[in-house]
DNA sequence: GCGGATATAATGTCTATACATTATTGAGAC
DNA sequence: GTCTCAATAATGTATAGACATTATATCCGC
């Protein structure tokens, strides 16, 4: 029924740091005061305040002590879930309609090893047949090459790269832009329209693996951040 | 010189889920298993799971084992910092004008608990002179007394509410939007311009603490998410 | 005072063991 | 067969100790 000790533990300095009672920059007791206190080993403290730790919650210092980090910046979860599985999970059908296909030299997109070959897909996400994402991705055929094979005709490139090619960095740029000519025509809006525009270039180690420009129509697309409660679904007990 | 065994046990399987030599689905060695293999005691390798479970690579049963998690999502860290902050931080000296600010009951707005009074502050950021945010912001009195006697003239909400309020849980909406004309005429933009649009709500437990709406010059401001290597600017040793 | 060696107080990691918890498996009752 | 319940295999939490690491403080020589 009561939670574990080092669970307790945790929460009641994580509880106190945000409610304010312990300032940025406060020091909190040592581990062996804390297992005094807790009537606990000091393995049971150690792990409770590296967990805040690593939450960024707290700095540890060797010979200093732990303290209250000063907070800077909002860190938020943002969740970017392949394309095809978000609209499906909507309720609504995904369609993919690839535009144009064709393999360049590297070097004039400013993307990929110098020499190597690049694959480009221009491609339009629909939702229950409206469009609401006009896509430019460009692939390193090197970093990929099994790409070559696939057929992109009714296939997202996203989703298939997403289950296909593991990376381990990426970094996204969300902005706004108003809706050139030719994407206005793919979205069905006005030219100048607001669009929605999400950029993501995704890297293995070291080597570029694609790089993605979306543009959502604003009518039919936003993004979600979350702090805290991470999966807020969770019923009461 | 050499990492700590945990740590590398940790990395080792990081790096062999990243790399897509474990599946997702796949089944890790039990700990009994890896404390064989690595020659340590289990809380050692215990610890190693429980950070990649932490980390959402992998999903611990009891009675079954580990295994690699599906990748459902691309969680990215959302960095929002105080708005003064990052104006500051790229040389320029940031400004903001309070354009209107009055209470009303709550309910009207959707925000805050009913009966309860609300502030409401509009107000302009701008960035060596120029406009480059629009804010419109509710914050709920009760759960904020002092803000009752703040000066907002030239201090921005978001900067003292940040040092001030603590906070657990918040949530962001981000999307692209038409400026509308007084929007446009305050952005000093055509009415019709894209403007990025972000809108975030903040809690403490269950109370709403403040929402907020700024719509940004979409020339002058966008977001950057990253995943992977948090601090890339570590030297190589 | 000032700079540099040394002691020390705190966290970081690890071991070996114990018992708790829980989902699955499997045996037995029906 | 299928339902129920107990055995079991795995993780979850905790203990008490040991040694490693490291930033800080202190002392000492000058």
Chains 1, 2 share one sequence.
């Not at 690839?98 to 939702?127: K, N």
């Not at 047949?129 to 094979?149: G, H, K, M, S, W």
């Not at 693996?209 to 979306?214: A, G, K, S």
């Amino acid at each position: 029924m009561t939670k574990p000790l080092g669970e307790r533990i945790r929460s009641q300095f994580e509880a106190r740091i945000l409610s304010g009672e312990l300032a940025p920059g406060e020091r909190l007791p040592t581990e062996a005061e804390l297992m005094q206190q807790f009537g606990c080993s000091r393995m049971t403290v150690s792990k409770a305040l590296s967990a805040l730790a690593d939450a960024g919650l707290i700095e540890r210092r060797k010979r200093a002590g732990s303290f209250v980090s000063r907070p800077r910046v909002h860190s938020m979860v943002l969740d970017i879930p392949d394309l095809a599985e978000e609209v499906a999970a909507r309720g609504q059908t995904h369609r993919y309609r690839l535009i144009r296909r064709d393999v360049s030299e590297a070097g004039i997109a400013h993307f990929g090893p110098a020499g190597g070959q690049v694959l480009a897909l221009d491609g339009l996400h629909l939702a229950d047949n409206v469009p609401f994402a006009f896509e430019q991705r460009l692939v390193d055929i090197a970093a990929v090459p099994d790409i070559a094979d696939v057929d992109f005709g009714h296939l997202a490139p996203g989703s298939w790269l997403l289950r296909h090619v593991p990376w381990d960095e990426a970094e996204t740029r969300i902005a706004a832009e108003g809706a050139s000519g030719s994407i206005a025509d793919w979205l069905d809006v006005e030219p100048g329209t607001a669009t929605l525009v999400v950029e993501r270039r995704t890297w293995r180690g070291s080597d570029s693996i694609t790089f993605v420009r979306q543009h959502f129509r604003a009518d039919q697309y936003d993004l979600v951040a979350r702090f805290g409660q991470r999966s807020a679904s969770r019923a009461p007990a």
